[in-house]
């Protein structure tokens, strides 16, 4: 069993990324919303726990707080931001609405030495922190001791040495803290005597063992799509079950050009023979007819992906189970009961409740360059890992308006030569995704002596960690320039092309 730690969500924006740094370290966490705070922290008896930050104010009636447990069980307890307030409220400090709001970058006078900043900041001294916060600490409660202020917040930190809890009113966990590392680091392995055994061959044979005492003897269909996560859920399928796993891959008409073919023969040579492929472009366009809503869309997918599963599962029989590749963006940004919805990723609230298989989603707690990570340990060619990510929607959330086979012809033709440039200039390596979408409305061109009424291309290619944030790759404008020429003359239908500046918050990755 590894060492765990609790992750209590209030609901922050960058409380996924507390998960990611404490990962980084070697150290298994999950985020579990402060509503069932108190049935996980029972069933996972984590070694440490972190309250994240929100946007709530406990000065509020029926604020979020943490199970009192926590803080009975004597565990060592970081709380961030809001989660710094809660402690202190809980244990009988008081909490003031704040008059300075601190919204950025801060500066943090350390008080007094504190075993979370051994080694970095010593007494007297100053040093750079993020903060975002409106109410502060007013008063520390009985038995902590003031390690930290700002200008305008007295208490920027503090703790309870003996009890190994400790309040920060800054976020240790954002780039924007170029200490915090290893403030989290500090409280993981010396206050909370972490081992750091984390590691992804211990993912693997945990998830193994789990796979194997869930399934017992029945059949398991896996869903893939060529991409990286699918293909190490399949990898990671059959290591623990072998032949009692089928793999299925579904062309809906909705990949980029030549993929499908591509993704069979890649998939079938290089690693996993047992490979069934379904064509349902047919149904899958007769589905999406009129549709132009994006989480209309993305529902209508979901249910004939789920459809297709089932009608080849009860031709195998016995089968219980679809695997599929989620990860933890995907279930972050499809809503919980703290974090805003931003869109419904099809394979998390998108399946239709009267489907029968139970869902299997070993990936579920981790970002993609741990996917990866795994999938180089499992062997995975190069090719299938390093893979740009493509949304399981596919080409349909990059055609905004309705979906049609012409449509999808159209981007599938810019998308191809704006990848082919990249390709040829050599600019992969930087770029996390590119792609080319249509867009619904028409402007005016003119081509040879001809007036046209065409469609804009957007090309997009973005630069991004986890896909949790991105920024537009910086291209040279000589090559823009060089695809939209190729493409308002290559490609049938458009007539003017465009490159989407835009970082990633505030617009997202895919268009819709
Ligand atoms: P956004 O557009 O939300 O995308 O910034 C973040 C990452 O998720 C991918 N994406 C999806 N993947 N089903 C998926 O399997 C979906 O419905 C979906 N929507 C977005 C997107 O390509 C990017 O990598």
């Known amino acids: 069993m590894h060492d765990k730690i609790l992750i209590l969500d209030f609901g922050s924006q960058v409380t996924q990324l507390i998960a990611r740094r404490v990962r980084e370290m070697g150290v298994y966490s999950e985020i579990v919303p402060f509503q069932s705070a108190e049935a996980a922290f029972r069933s996972m008896n984590p070694?440490?726990?972190?309250?994240?930050?929100?946007?709530?104010?406990?000065?509020?009636?029926?604020?979020?707080?943490?199970?009192?447990?926590?803080?009975?069980?004597?565990?060592?307890?970081?709380?961030?931001c809001y989660g710094e307030q809660t402690m202190c409220a809980q244990l009988g400090g008081a909490v003031e609405a704040g008059h300075h709001r601190e919204f950025g970058r801060a500066f943090l006078e350390i008080e007094e030495d504190s075993p979370l900043f051994d080694g970095i900041w010593a007494r007297g001294t100053r040093h750079q922190v993020w903060m975002s916060?409106?109410?502060?600490?007013?008063?520390?409660?009985?038995?902590?001791?003031?390690?930290?202020?700002?200008?305008?917040?007295?208490?920027?930190a503090f703790e309870d040495r003996a009890g190994h809890r400790f309040g920060v009113q800054f976020h240790p966990e954002v780039s924007h803290t170029p200490d915090g590392r290893t403030v989290l680091m500090r409280f993981l392995f010396d206050e909370a005597g972490l081992r750091g055994d984390w590691t992804?061959?211990?993912?693997?044979?945990?998830?193994?063992?789990d796979i194997r005492a869930r399934v017992g003897e029945a059949r398991v269909l896996c869903a893939v799509s060529g991409g990286v996560d699918s293909s190490v859920?399949?990898?990671?399928?059959?290591?623990?079950?072998?032949?009692?796993?089928?793999?299925?891959?579904?062309d809906h008409g909705l990949l980029r050009k030549n993929e499908a073919e591509q993704v069979v023969r890649a998939f079938t040579e290089a690693f996993?023979?047992?490979?069934?492929?379904?064509?349902?472009?047919?149904?899958?366009?007769?589905a999406l007819a009129g549709v132009t809503d994006p989480e209309a869309k993305r529902?209508?997918?979901?249910?004939?992906?789920?459809?297709?599963?089932?009608?080849?599962a009860d031709e195998l029989q016995g089968c219980d189970f679809l695997a599929q590749g989620t990860l933890y963006p995907d279930v972050i940004e499809s809503g919980s009961p703290t974090a805003a919805k931003i869109k419904t990723h099809h394979n998390v609230g998108g399946l239709p409740?009267?489907?029968?298989?139970?869902?299997?989603?070993?990936?579920?707690?981790?970002?993609?360059?741990?996917?990866?990570?795994?999938?180089?340990?499992?062997g995975l060619p190069a090719e299938m890992v390093e893979r740009e990510p493509f949304p399981g929607p596919g080409l349909a959330v990059r055609i905004l308006g309705e979906v049609t086979p012409e449509r999808v012809a159209i981007v599938q033709e810019a998308d191809a030569i704006f990848r082919d440039e990249i390709r040829a200039h050599d600019l992969h390596p930087g770029i996390w995704q590119s792609y080319a979408a249509l867009l619904?409305?028409?402007?005016?061109?003119?081509?040879?002596?001809?007036?046209?009424?065409?469609?804009?291309?957007?090309?997009?290619?973005?630069?991004?960690?986890?896909?949790?944030?991105?920024?537009?790759?910086?291209?040279?404008?000589?090559?823009?320039?060089?695809?939209?020429?190729?493409?308002?003359?290559?490609?049938?239908?458009?007539?003017?092309v465009l490159y989407d500046l835009t970082s990633k918050p505030p617009a997202t990755i895919e268009w819709e």
């Open 200 to 209: 992804s061959e211990s993912f693997i044979e945990d998830s193994i063992r």
């Open 299 to 312: 529902k209508v997918i979901g249910a004939e992906f789920v459809r297709a599963f089932e009608a080849h």
């Open 440 to 496: 619904d409305v028409r402007s005016v061109g003119v081509m040879g002596d001809e007036r046209t009424y065409q469609h804009p291309i957007v090309l997009r290619a973005v630069q991004s960690e986890d896909a949790m944030t991105a920024q537009a790759f910086p291209f040279d404008f000589r090559f823009l320039e060089h695809v939209a020429n190729r493409i308002v003359n290559e490609v049938k239908g458009v007539n003017r």
């Open 233 to 250: 859920v399949a990898a990671l399928m059959a290591e623990a079950l072998g032949d009692q796993v089928t793999c299925v891959f579904v």
């Open 272 to 286: 996993h023979p047992n490979l069934v492929a379904i064509d349902a472009r047919a149904t899958f366009f007769a």
């Open 133 to 156: 916060h409106g109410d502060q600490v007013l008063r520390e409660p009985t038995g902590f001791e003031v390690t930290a202020s700002t200008d305008t917040c007295p208490i920027a």
């Open 353 to 378: 409740d009267w489907m029968k298989m139970t869902v299997i989603e070993p990936l579920k707690w981790l970002f993609k360059d741990e996917v990866r990570e795994i999938g180089r340990k499992l």
């Open 47 to 80: 070694k440490a726990v972190i309250l994240s930050g929100g946007p709530a104010s406990v000065l509020e009636a029926n604020a979020p707080c943490a199970p009192q447990a926590i803080f009975e069980a004597g565990l060592p307890v970081l709380g961030i």
